[in-house]
């Protein structure tokens, strides 16, 4: 096998894949699916209303309605001047005025969240459907949706859109970004929920184990949005999105005409499933995380070509060389 570094990929014009496919069967309908209209609980917004001089009374009267974050001893000193702080740091008024600004009527996401939610108790009518709130996070970036006690927690300042220059001045990277609007909202919460779904899998030692399990967690979330678009499933950009379904066939030939499909080798891994802000042996137009990618439509046509397979056996199935086997997987250059 010849040295990664060494691999020069031609690519070429390429046409657009999954045109003209008719019914899935991920479009499910969920039409009598009973779920009551989901409520967020305005956390950041209620928060914000409390005043300096009955911090503590307007506390108090919140408590009932968001334990998840008051359930403490409000009268210990040291807890309400934490809050007190918190309220009057310049940093987290400029994060709430932001959210109030873009967030002030929510009941787009509402809908949406109900709609999603509904596809998941399609799926999993025993489950029990998380109450929701929303809340300003103060830039935690690494967490902006958070699953705990069937609690579900939106941090609205995670999702400000790329122009959001407390974004740009605290260094976050361009890619990260692109994953940080409003739309990506509804995906990141049906990520999150696929994790507490299916819990602790490690993703497996060679790449076509990670791209397997990866390519699960994304069919996970496009079953509970089966309409929503693809890049933001994925958490692309327009411009990475249509680079790949333009070069897919070609990524997926250099995986396999260079032997990499079993390798695990962790640097050759990373190079197909690590975020970043392309793919640099392939270009700079090529996005991160192509083998997620790859891993996602073969766990795709495994799914649609094997109806006697539930999304829950899909999500359960530990054989990556099943998957790919069975999905007769093959994307066509031009």
């Known amino acids: 096998m010849k040295q990664w570094a060494g691999v020069v990929i031609i690519l070429g014009l390429a046409i657009l894949s999954g045109c003209g496919l008719g019914k899935r069967r991920l479009d499910v309908d969920v039409s009598n699916v009973t779920l009551a209209d989901v409520k967020i609980h305005r956390y950041d917004v209620d928060l914000f209303r409390v005043r300096k001089d009955r911090l503590l009374q307007d506390l108090e009267s919140l408590k009932p309605e968001y334990p998840v974050f008051l359930d403490t001893n409000l009268r210990d000193p040291a807890t309400l001047e934490g809050l ?22 929510i ?12 596809h998941y108790l399609y799926y999993y009518p025993r489950y029990k459907i998380p109450m929701v709130y929303t809340y300003i996070s103060g830039g935690e970036y690494d967490y902006p949706i958070e699953f705990g006690n069937n609690v579900l927690l939106i941090g609205l300042d ?5 122009g959001f220059k407390p974004y740009v001045s605290d260094g976050l990277p361009a890619y990260r970004m692109i994953q940080m609007t409003p739309s990506n909202i509804i995906p990141e919460c049906m990520n999150v929920l696929g994790k507490i779904t299916y819990p602790g899998k490690l993703p497996g030692n060679n790449l076509l184990e990670q791209m397997i399990e990866a390519g699960k967690r994304l069919l996970f979330v496009e079953a509970m949005m089966p309409q929503a678009e693809e890049r933001l499933l994925i958490g692309y950009s327009k411009e990475q999105h249509e680079w790949i379904v333009k070069n897919e066939a070609h990524v997926w030939a250099a995986i396999i005409e260079n032997r990499m ?7 050759l891994i990373r190079t197909f499933m690590a975020d970043g802000p392309f793919t640099a042996e392939f270009s700079k137009d090529a996005p991160a995380r192509l083998g997620e990618w790859l891993g996602w439509q073969i766990v795709r046509e495994y799914y649609e070509k094997n109806p006697e397979v539930t999304l829950q056996l899909v999500m359960t199935e530990t054989d990556a ?9 093959k994307p066509e250059k031009e």
């Open 321 to 329: 060389q099943k998957i790919l086997s069975n999905s007769g997987y």
């Open 158 to 162: 995670n999702y400000l859109g790329t």
């Open 107 to 118: 009941a787009g996401l509402e809908k949406d969240l109900t709609q999603a939610l509904k």
């Open 84 to 105: 007190k702080s918190f309220l009057e740091s310049p940093r987290i008024i400029g994060f709430h005025a932001a959210v109030d600004s873009q967030y002030r009527q």
């Open 261 to 267: 499909l079993y390798t695990t080798d962790g640097k």
